[in-house]
């Protein structure tokens, strides 16, 4: 028995193959997963040139493979993501199943680092790391992370793990963590039209050990710890960045995930949620505003760029807006229109590939997650369970970029 | 590729509507396009942008909400010659096809809800100047085309989004909101008869909110900057840097504008990419590590370039890319051969876009509505560029790229200097 599933794909004009490597989210881990894919997408053994493998790529009709590090509580997922156009689309003789398959093969299960490509990757990492820094609301998301986790270092990284570890990756370095990937647990999943094919593909490229081992895994949730920090900072920018942070206090189940998603849209999901009417159309203070849930950190997140002036009466605006919520002040109406949102996004959702993949992905990584209906959860929540999920959140943290 | 069935209508007073069908879609897509946009004429530059956000407000309140009732989503963007407005749902059709007639027909402008609009607008340009790449686009684009509405950003200016009246915005909204400059889209899974009873409640919507609208034809001005090579003081660290290419032959290939913008898209790629030995040689020199942002576009007030990138030494990279753009290819040159194999490749790559666009049910209308307001065909051009021979290719780009300016921006830190 091994962990690949590949599904009949019935409507779209693509073709779709992830492979997903999961290991415990450490800085260390996070900043060797972030050099890797990095790696990987520029360069493999079969074609150590840049060029050639993007060529490769380009001569599959534009086969796109993107290779990142997603985290996942306290799990780090290397994922390797593959899109492809299905080849009954062109009818072309020499772009078959096999082809695309070993390639996509090739390029994940045979990286090669050299210290040239390692360079080159560290490099491509620096710029990136720089420019994304420079970018006022990429600085503070980056910033609030590095407090909330304050005391626990190996989770504070949120973009591509501390980037001294990264500058200072040897070659010897990089290829025992390599090795040492050769034995986590791996899934395979897929959506084809020809779905049967690909599966006998799939097994017979993808052979590493780590795909019979057991994928699913629980207690990823990472506990919020109640210890309330409040931090401005300057950079005299156009416009501030206000983060606030609400912790949790248990591991939510399934339902309660669904309750948060419906909290994000009511505060912030559309023009007439609570936090948009309030901070954007009555204080006019902001263009945009947003709540999420971040589940597997116990973090509900509400964000906003503001005029600086008008950073205060926001943040008295949310924590109003979550206090009244927790007595037990629901808009009934918004609630309904919340609700509806959140149903239309979710069948919408079926319309999209990687939204599906990503459904799919979820049922390898988290037990039932397959068996829990959405659909029918989205119109049983009542405004009940939204008071009493609200109650469950402690204000933990606010950071103001200026 | 099997491409999607159209529907199309035009009705007597000029407005058009069409209908994709995308079967075993759950999404119903639902779109006004407006032949205008930021970069038209307007006496106060983001007028287009103001109005588009301002048509929301109605006497009885903001109309998401009635949107939201329903369940359904909607939305709006400015670009430069375009501004539309959407819906999506699942359900409710003909709810969601009225309001989003309403939406775009029935202004209601006042002085209160002007200003209360003005300081959400100035959030919306603060979130953009905050992005180092902002400040060098908007550098280079006022190098090309001055302080037009073409050189200036999308939204406006701080001033001029404070300078927008109510006379002023209907000015706008009445000589540019005529039927002649709209179009319906509709895409989702509809049956014949859907099909027909949209059509029909377009025709009767059409007529109660715009038929009696008459175009008024403004004169089109093509403005030009003085196209210099600037460097910008910035707070940051941030290294960015671009370049844009003001096309003075930019003409329609095979009478599509949109097929020269592919052409010229594949020649600055076949140039500038990572697989090309130019980026081989800047990645060994260590002046690019990341690929460049390669963008081409034409508009009625001009056509240009922008490429963006990041340098340890902007100086000379934009030495180096001005460099490759403008000197001769040698027909023996690795070069050239690559340009010539990268070609096939591009083919391939631009067939695949195209698949691709089918999945994304939004996208797609999008694109296809964009598309026929400039009498333009995505299956057609594809077509065109698939039968297109290399010299045939190259022949064209070389004339397109003839007598072209290129300037520059880039930033320059003030750590630095200390």
Known sequence: MTNITIRKNKKFTTAALGCFLRL?????????????????????????????QTRRLADLYDLQLDIMPQLFGKEIILTYYANFVEPTEVLDPEYVCQEIIQTISEIIT????????????????????????????????????????????????????????????????????????????????????????MTKLAKFYFTQAGIIKNFQTTGLTIPANKNLIEKVDEQGN????????????????????????????????????????????????????????????????????????????????????????????????????????LYRNTKIGLDSQNWQMGQAFRGELFSDYLDFDRETAIKKVTTHQLVSFVQNLFFNESYILK | MITPKIIKREYKSGFKAEIILKPHFYQRFFGIIIDFGSSDPQKVAGSAHFLEHKLFAKKDGDISSQFEEIGADVNAFTSFNETMFYCSGIEHTPKMIDLLFRLVGEPYFTKQNIAKEAPIIEQELAMYQDDPMWKVNNAIMTSMFGNSNLGTEVVGTKESINQVTKQNLTKVYTENYVPTKMQFVACGDFSDNQVRTILRQVGKLQTKYLADRKDVSTPVSQPVGELSDQVLQAKGNSKAFGLGIRFKNFKKVLSSSDLTQILLEIMLESKLSVMSPWFEKMRKEKLLANPLQISVNYTRQGDFATIFGVSADNQRIIEEIKRVLTQPIDLNSEQYRFIKENFVLQKKEWLARTIRTMNNLSYFAIEMIEENLDHEDLQLNLLKLQTMGFEEFDQICQKLMKDSTICSAYLNSDKEEQ
Request: glycine share 4%; aromatic share 10%.
């Open chain 1, 24 to 52: 415990p989210l450490t800085s260390h881990n996070l900043a060797f997963a972030s050099l890797l894919s990095r790696l990987q997408s520029n360069t493999s053994m079969l074609y150590p040139q840049i060029a050639e």
């Open chain 1, 110 to 197: 045979k990286p090669d680092c050299t210290p040239e490509m390692l360079a080159y990757a560290k490099r491509q990492l620096e710029d990136d790391y720089r420019e994304l820094m420079e970018q006022p609301a990429n600085y503070a998301i980056d910033q609030f992370f590095k407090l909330w986790y304050r005391d626990q270092p190996d989770y504070a990284e949120n973009f591509m793990g501390p980037i001294d570890e990264i500058q200072n990756a040897t070659v010897d370095e990089v290829n025992r963590y390599i090795e040492s990937l050769r034995d986590v647990p791996v899934a395979v999943i897929g959506m084809g039209r020809d779905h049967q094919l």
């Open chain 1, 238 to 341: 156009a416009q501030a960045q206000l983060l606030m942070g609400f912790g949790i206090n248990h591991t939510i189940n399934y339902q309660e995930q669904i309750v948060g998603l419906l909290l994000s849209q009511y505060l912030a999901g559309d023009q007439s949620s609570k936090l948009f009417s309030k901070i954007r159309e009555e204080l006019g203070a902001a263009y945009a505003v947003e709540a999420s849930c971040f589940a597997n950190n116990s973090l509900f997140l509400i964000n906003a760029g503001l005029d600086p002036d008008q950073v205060e009466s926001a943040k008295r605006v949310i924590l109003n807006e979550i206090e009244n919520l927790a007595a037990g002040n629901v808009d009934e109406e918004l609630f309904k229109k919340a609700q509806k949102a």
